[in-house]
């Protein structure tokens, strides 16, 4: 009996793009011998729809042609029901008509809605098996400033940076320029905290500067982050595989960037294939290292995904300070780009195996949360207990 494997992406995502992408190809690599893949794409608008048209990347040249000749479904958020509904209404109709029945999901979602702890939690609320990291991993992991608050203080090295709400930029803005030129100093790097793909990421080298990424940043996300920049850097990426207690570590990648920080051009469109995602971007695997460093940056993304609690499969982008080789963590991403299949690959876990590995780490996960005590069988309602000035009440109380 093959296992029904859910894959979800697209979403309400600057990211959407990518997300359909390393979908794709997620989708192509599980061994179809034993998976049935059942796609649900999420519009841009938050509506699911599932379909074998989905599977092929030309069609979302067209979107409305794309869902018009797709099936629109849902999920009920009640614990227990792993079934994909189809969505459509009727007078007479008493409960829409199962489409498929899931036995595990595998979010495949980037950015926002999606990768930030949402969907996560509504794949918690209803107790599927799902291979990734959970509500509060997912939301520490894509906020920046929560995700170094943690690491900074697991001893884990994170570059200075100074934070801010959109609200606090529009009521303070002058305080906060020279907070940061004070605690900070230029260049710096402005950042949407809760974002990934480099997207509203700019360098300022001086005031009028700084301002002007600031209302661009803010564009993007309620919080704002600027950080040191190191000039002289070298960026440095690492997957890491499994959970928080039992992981290992990819051999680590140099991506190769065009300015002075790794944009989403850099990302996504440095290949001649618009459908490669990450993979297409131009990287040396394994990177140029000596041994030594290379096993510390391994290690330090090792005791990030630890520190994050981190599940399934993540990326850990960490940057070498040329002057003096000191080494910092920049980012983790809890769902990274084509999944990092690329790094796997070279680290001797072909694609289709690290889809296996996904699967079996949904599975496992579920056992052992199911072996954990969330309620308890007593209703203290039958007892004869109150609540004090409640209806009903006479007097009693916990």
Known sequence: MKTNVAVFFGGRSVEHEISVISALQAINAFDKEKYEIIPVYITKQGRWFTGDNLLDIRNYKDLKTLTDNATEVFMRPEYGDYNLYK???????????????????????HGTNGEDGIFEGLLETIGIPFAGCNTLASANGMD???????????????????????????????????????KLGYPVIVKPANLGSSVGIGKASDRRELAEKITNAEKFSQRIIVEHMIEDLKEINCSVLGDADDHQSSVCEEPIKSGDFLS?????????????????SEKRIPADLPGNVSETIRKMAGDTFRALSCHGVSRIDVM????????????????????????????????SGLMDKLVELALRRKRETDRKTFSYDQNIFALGGGVKGSKGSKGSKF
């Open 264 to 280: 989403y051009e850099d990302k996504y469109m440095g290949g001649t294939k618009t459908n490669a995602g990450m993979q297409s």
């Open 320 to 351: 070498i300070d040329r002057k003096d080789d000191a080494i910092y963590v920049n980012e983790i991403n809890t769902i990274p780009g084509s999944l990092s299949f690329y790094l796997w690959e070279a680290s001797g876990i072909s694609f």
């Open 87 to 109: 969505a459509e209404t009727g007078r007479f109709m008493k409960r829409n008509p199962v489409v498929a029945s899931l036995h595990v999901a595998i979010p495949v979602l």
């Open 144 to 182: 920046k400033i929560t995700m170094k608050m943690i690491l900074r203080e697991c001893g884990i090295p994170v570059v200075d940076y100074v934070w801010f709400t959109d609200k606090e930029w529009f009521k303070r803005r002058e305080e906060i320029l020279d907070e940061v030129e004070s």
